[in-house]
């Protein structure tokens, strides 16, 4: 086993682990908390469809897989999770996203029992294909209810409009038709790929101690041999595939989200410089989001994302407008002066601070720091790299970032309201 | 943790909660005013006037740019529900100065700015100015528009209209478009007025000290103001159970329907305790009712929740069902009632709810803001109980507690949202 102790710059302590079989424990100790928030993980989400173990042999698995094996996982031959998670009194839930499965709780007593409870029923699938056609049912209303949603319409759109191979464009939890292929030995054959140790990771903050946490996680962890998983390369071109889409619904106001698609982006400090760019450029307190809103071009739902994973990045922009068009227009224009100029040193120090609070902000709870790890075991990054990156960044970096937003590589997309 | 409460001047309290274990001081400021319908739409724009420039930071631009010198210090804004009143919060959170880099006092220049806001506003002629108060309309307009996009939140929205629709509660969370376009900036001043002298006002403060002075500061800023008319925020006027159920269906190009139904309970001779564990063994944890028939045995729907609000005397339930499937949901919604009602039910769901609920009341010690909604809604009971305190109170619930609080209930409204009848 691996394991040290790094120290954060704000100084909390992250105990790094990884165990023999390749499952990496991350744990921040906050002994002055009284809850204690865990998360049993795997680097697996929605946009593994297609994987090999030998490089050569590539097996394909329907749109939202994933999603749906989170679902089952709950169950075991003798009840579910949440039963026994009843009987502790913590609050437990799991998430699927693009690159990522996490089962999670949160606690304030029998912390151990709880952790028991997770590692166990992550470890023991069960699926039958009685239960596999019950959640047919479940998910299948869950899908409805965001094909219901214009916010998560347009963004998906959006994605539809930027990437031509990639599975990221395809909802996280699959279409109705897509999950109606789904059966107990596809779930079976996903679940022993992804949910080898040596694919996932724990991480826990709270009013816990480190080493003994991770003495019990050793424990209870089953042997296992590491696998080797190969995605397959989608081939991605850098070219969007639309530069606009426009959907209508039945919705009260426009939905946009404007897209700039740029090639991956790996190292953390460029990161780092494109989120600090990306609150020069649209933060509350630019001179573009000053413009936008006199204007009454948008309202209190614009945000701009940082959107990336391993394998795609772009830079989102999202919220509601009446002129969708002219707001991508004066974006745009804000990319085109900055990529030219550079930003302002007292703005980018401004910037950097209002960072670094958020920083300070996000260790100030354990649900916050277990999100940081969990994003820190899924990305690669050893803990507290982006804080130290951050602390290095100058405004040449920012100005750098900023030169990887491709006006030409953009494409806009609309939910319209329907006549 | 430690606590204190103090009075600051008239029908203002200062609430204290000493906590060590967080980066950041989180200050609230709440007013209490009782729900009127025709006031609705200025509250809501109120909070969000205040919070966006005063005297001293003349545009939201220069406001923001202060709070992100003041290392990503944020500003709160909100108008929502509490008993019978509205509560308008204004609040704040900002890093602890031994994070501040430099030297600087982040937490003092924040009280500042806060200051500057609630009391200071950038007004002239008893008027707020026409330009910030027109981008503060826009954006409440939005709010309205942008709400109904969401067919969760507006239908649990629309289902609380139908069951106080004859009284101030049904005023919907914005107010209505109608009375957004007749504020002017002369109508909000008076309402800002109103607020400062007639307003029951609390002052949370979670962190690890209390910032210098600020209780004396809040307590010169009210001196100046005559007080007078008080809000009384424990007074309540529970949902009246009626003879008949108000049946509303709506249809929208929706590919999910909804289904909303509202109770009137008769709270009063039960504690709020009593009511919230009733209320989370019918349609609250995983072990409950509604989530473990209506949704995992029988695949009605993607979510069935049921709250109470204790003080308004009402339960509702809310969940996401298919078009075909209404009917059903809605009868099996009465069925787990009815099942509660005959006390079918057992160790298993009570201590389930109890070690729940405890959990969370224990989990609030570590969330600033969830302490602080906590200490504001608090207000309206008697006793001012913490989150522990109260967690004590589910100990002595009965089987029967709950059986007889579920007897109380009576139907009151039935809303669907459906998709359109295909031509």
Redesign the interface.
């Known amino acids: 086993m691996q394991k040290q102790i790094i120290q954060s710059p704000?100084g909390d302590k992250c105990l790094y682990a990884v165990l023999d079989n390749g499952l990496k424990v991350l744990v921040v100790e906050?002994e002055?908390?009284?809850?204690a928030y865990a998360v049993f993980g795997t680097h697996y989400g929605s946009i593994d469809t297609s994987f090999s173990s030998d490089g050569e042999n590539f097996v394909s698995v329907p749109e939202g897989i994933a999603h749906f094996l989170e679902h089952k996982l709950f169950e075991s031959e003798d009840g579910?999770a949440?039963?026994r998670?009843?009987?502790?009194?913590?609050?437990a839930n799991a998430y699927t996203s693009f690159d990522r499965t996490c089962y999670l709780f949160?606690?304030?007593?029998a912390f151990y029992d709880n952790l028991d409870i997770l590692l166990d029923f992550v470890q023991h699938p069960y699926f039958t294909a009685e239960t596999v056609k019950?959640e047919q049912?479940?998910i299948g209303?869950?899908i409805?209810?965001y094909?219901?949603?214009?916010?998560w319409c347009v963004f998906f759109n959006v994605l539809k409009a930027l990437y031509k191979n990639h599975p990221v464009k395809i909802d996280i939890a699959g279409t109705v038709e897509s999950i109606a292929e789904i059966d107990d030995k596809l779930l079976y054959s996903c679940y022993n790929t992804f949910y080898n140790p040596s694919n996932m990771f724990v991480c826990i903050a709270g009013n816990v101690k480190s080493e003994e946490v991770l003495s019990f996680i050793e424990k209870r962890i089953k042997p296992s041999e590491s696998i080797n998983i190969i995605r397959t390369d989608f081939k991605e071109p850098y070219e969007t595939v639309n530069s606009e889409i426009t959907e209508k619904?039945?919705?009260?106001?426009p939905?946009f989200c404007y897209g700039y698609k740029l090639n991956t982006v790996k190292d953390v400090k460029q990161r780092i410089a494109l989120n600090v760019a990306l609150d020069l450029i649209s933060?509350?307190?630019?001179?573009l989001?000053?413009s936008l809103?006199?204007e009454?071009l948008i309202?209190?739902?614009f945000d701009a994302d940082l959107f990336y994973s391993e394998s795609y990045t772009a830079v989102l922009f999202q919220g509601?407008s009446v002129y969708p068009k002219k707001v991508k227009a004066e974006i745009d224009r804000a990319v085109r002066e900055y990529a030219v100029k550079g930003f302002d040193k007292d703005m980018f120090e401004?910037?950097k601070?209002?960072?670094?609070?958020?920083n300070?902000?996000q260790?100030?709870?354990?649900k916050g720091i277990s999100l940081l790890l969990t994003e820190y075991a899924v990305s690669g990054i050893m803990p507290f790299e982006d804080i130290k990156a951050l602390k290095e960044l100058t405004v040449e970096d920012v100005n750098e970032a900023v030169k990887l937003l491709d006006i030409k590589n953009s494409a806009l997309s609309v939910i319209e309201k329907?006549e | 943790m430690h606590y204190l409460q103090t009075d600051i001047a008239k029908g203002v309290k200062g609430i204290f909660i000493e906590n060590?274990?967080?980066?950041?001081t989180y200050i609230s400021v709440n007013f209490f005013l009782p729900v009127l319908r025709a006031e609705q739409s200025k509250r809501v724009v109120l909070p969000y006037i205040l919070t966006s420039c005063s005297q001293k930071y003349k545009?939201?631009?220069e406001l923001?740019?202060a709070?992100?010198?003041?290392?990503?210090?944020d500003i709160y804004a909100s108008t929502q529900r509490i008993g019978n009143c509205v509560c308008i919060k204004i609040a704040l959170?900002t890093?602890n100065d031994r994070?501040a880099?430099n030297g600087q006092s982040s937490v003092k220049q924040s009280v500042d700015l806060l200051m500057s806001l609630i009391f200071n506003p950038k007004v002239e002629n008893a008027s707020f100015f026409e330009e910030n108060l027109n981008?503060e309309k826009?954006?409440t307009e939005?709010?309205i528009?942008?709400e109904?996009?969401?067919?969760?939140a507006y239908s649990a929205d629309r289902l609380l209209s139908e069951m106080f629709k004859n009284s101030e509660h049904g005023v919907g969370r914005y107010g209505s478009l109608e009375d957004v376009k007749k504020i002017d900036g002369k109508n909000l001043f008076d309402a800002y007025e109103e607020l400062l002298r007639s307003a029951f006002v609390t002052v949370n403060v979670i962190g690890e000290k209390l910032p210098d002075g600020l209780f004396e500061r809040i307590s010169d800023c009210f001196s100046g103001i005559k007080r007078e008319n008080i809000t009384d925020v424990k007074v309540l006027s529970p949902l009246k159970a009626t003879d008949s159920i108000n049946y509303v269906t709506e249809r929208?190009?929706?590919?999910?329907g909804k289904l909303g139904m509202g109770f009137s309970l008769d709270t009063k001779a039960f504690s709020q305790s009593e009511a919230l564990i009733f209320a989370d063994i019918f349609g609250g944890?995983?072990?409950s009712k509604l989530f473990s028939n209506v949704?995992?045995k029988m695949?009605l729907?993607?979510?069935c929740n049921a709250s109470v609000n204790y003080g308004l005397g009402y339960l509702t339930v809310n969940s996401?069902?298919?078009a075909i499937n209404a009917e059903k949901a809605q009868n099996e919604i009465i069925n787990q009632l009815t099942a509660i009602k005959n006390g079918d039910f057992g160790d298993?769901e009570i201590?389930?709810s109890?070690?729940?609920i405890?959990?969370?009341c224990?989990?609030h010690?570590?969330?600033q803001s969830l302490l602080d909604r906590w200490y504001t809604s608090r207000v309206i009971y008697d006793g001012f109980l913490s989150p522990n305190e109260y967690a004590q109170t589910f100990e002595e619930i009965t089987k029967e507690n709950i059986i007889n609080i579920a007897k109380t209930e009576r139907p009151n409204t039935v809303y669907k949202l459906l998709p359109q009848e295909e031509k």
């Not at chain 1, 260790?363 to 354990?366: M, Q, R, S």
């Not at chain 2, 060590?20 to 950041?24: E, P």
């Not at chain 2, 709070?67 to 210090?73: F, G, M, V």
């Open positions: 704000l906050k002055k908390f009284s809850s579910d949440f039963t998670f009843s009987k502790t009194g913590a609050y949160s606690c304030s007593t019950k049912g479940i209303q869950e409805k209810m094909d219901d949603n214009p916010e619904m039945d919705c009260a106001i939905q933060g509350d307190f630019s001179p989001y000053k809103t006199d009454g309202n209190d739902s509601e401004t910037a601070k209002s960072a670094y609070g958020d300070v902000k260790f100030g709870n354990v329907e | 060590d274990r967080f980066n950041t545009t939201y631009t923001n740019r709070l992100a010198d003041l290392y990503s210090a959170s890093i994070f880099l981008t826009r954006k939005e709010q528009l942008s109904m996009n969401d067919k969760r929208q190009n929706v590919l999910q944890g995983p072990y949704r995992e695949s729907c993607y979510y996401g069902v298919e298993f201590s389930s109890k070690k729940a405890t959990d969370n224990k989990s010690y570590d969330n």
